[in-house]
């Protein structure tokens, strides 16, 4: 199957810091991503949709200003959590689908993050 | 729209026993549907999909589901658990010419007793 790489898998920052997320797409391009957000014992929550070469889409109620994304490269999608509080804590995952055909999607390993 | 309902938040078995994590959709089309494997930490495995033609779908790990167009279901299943098979289990859904953004249910809990 396609590999979706996330970097890091964990990070510990202080709060009014940002903290940057990659997801990369190993073996294949991938013109879309998303980025999910998970509470404990909960369900993935869509937080946007990252388009190559374009604004990504936000869900509603997802701060476009603090949960910044950038998708610059076919392969390559970073969200950055600016000005993180504690509250942001989560774990985030990102996902890709390949394109021409493909259906299923992809997950990164996610990345914990923790502000202190 | 398109919905997934995981009306287990979580499902016990024991070990060697047959397990079965259920799950019912909606979709307004003919639907993609998929399972997939979270564990602790992780990002999410896929295991299997159903898309078109034979209703009974092997995937991996010896996971196998059952699509029930009437009952608009796609319970996933398993012979004989183990104690690995523990986890959380994710299904998906896609309305096929609808929306490329697949609906996640909420997740049951596998817990598998030695």
């Known amino acids: 199957g396609a590999v979706v790489s996330q970097h890091p898998s964990w990070v510990i920052c202080k709060s009014g810091t940002s903290v940057k997320i990659e997801c990369r797409s190993l073996?294949?391009?991938?013109?879309?991503m998303f980025w999910y957000r998970q509470f404990p014992k909960q369900s993935l929550m869509l937080m946007a949709t990252?388009?190559?070469?374009?604004?990504?889409?936000?869900e509603q109620g997802v701060e476009k200003d603090k949960f910044l994304i950038n998708h610059a490269s076919l392969t390559l999608s970073t969200l950055t959590v600016t000005s993180a509080h504690p509250e942001d804590s989560s774990f985030y995952i990102c996902?890709?689908?390949?394109?021409?055909?493909?259906?299923?999607?992809?997950f990164g390993q996610g990345t914990r993050l923790t502000v202190v | 729209a398109q919905s997934v309902a995981q009306p287990e938040d979580q499902v016990n078995v024991a070990e060697g026993n047959p397990l079965t994590v259920k799950c019912t959709y909606s979709?307004?089309?003919?639907?993609?549907l998929f399972w997939y494997v979270q564990y602790p930490n992780r990002g999410l495995q896929f295991l299997l999909k159903?898309?078109?033609?034979?209703?009974l779908v092997k995937g991996s790990y010896g996971f196998e589901a059952e699509f029930n167009k009437s009952q608009t279901s796609f319970h996933l299943k398993k012979p004989s658990a183990l104690v690995s098979d523990s986890a959380l289990y994710f299904c998906?859904?896609?309305?096929?010419?609808?929306?490329?953004?697949?609906?996640f249910g909420r997740g049951t809990s596998l817990i598998v007793h030695p």
């Open positions: 998906a859904v896609r309305d096929f010419g609808g929306s490329y953004i697949p609906t």
């Open positions: 159903y898309i078109t033609g034979d209703n």
């Open positions: 996902s890709a689908t390949p394109g021409s055909g493909g259906t299923e999607a992809f």
């Open positions: 979709v307004s089309g003919n639907p993609y």
């Open positions: 073996d294949f391009q991938a013109t879309t």
């Open positions: 990252s388009n190559e070469g374009s604004k990504a889409t936000y």
